[in-house]
């Protein structure tokens, strides 16, 4: 983690977070689904430096989903987009991906 002095005595800590939006076809949903599910439980539990990975998917739009990552560095993003299951998630995304946004923000709390 990278520690933030602010004010005397406390210390914040920043973390790398990715925010994912993704649209799927609609043909390829339970492909999608258990690639990015595999992924998300390999990523906590193999990945140094993966803190949390959240998958969410729209109530009333099945084929969008949300991905809440967070990382103690950019590294360990860097390194996890490296990763065996990261790869096999991203060849079946590649095929059923038809939207996707991509946000990097640094979290930080006390």
């Known amino acids: 983690m990278n520690p933030i002095v602010s004010m005397p005595g406390s210390i914040v800590t920043s973390m790398h977070i990715v925010l994912v939006l993704v649209t ?12 990015l599910l595999h992924n998300a439980r390999e990523s906590v539990a193999r990945d140094p ?4 990975f959240d998958v969410s998917q729209q109530l ?3 084929a969008r989903w ?9 590294d ?15 060849a079946v995304a590649a095929r059923a991906v038809v ?12």
Do not use: N
């Open 24 to 35: 799927v076809r609609t043909e390829l949903l339970e492909e999608f689904e258990r690639a």
């Open 49 to 52: 430096g993966c803190v949390r």
């Open 60 to 62: 009333d739009d099945p």
């Open 66 to 74: 949300v991905l809440y990552e967070v990382y103690d560095s950019p």
């Open 76 to 90: 360990a993003h860097a390194a996890h987009r490296r990763s065996p299951h990261f790869l096999a998630y991203d």
């Open 99 to 110: 939207d996707k946004t991509v946000i990097r923000a640094s979290g930080k709390h006390t």
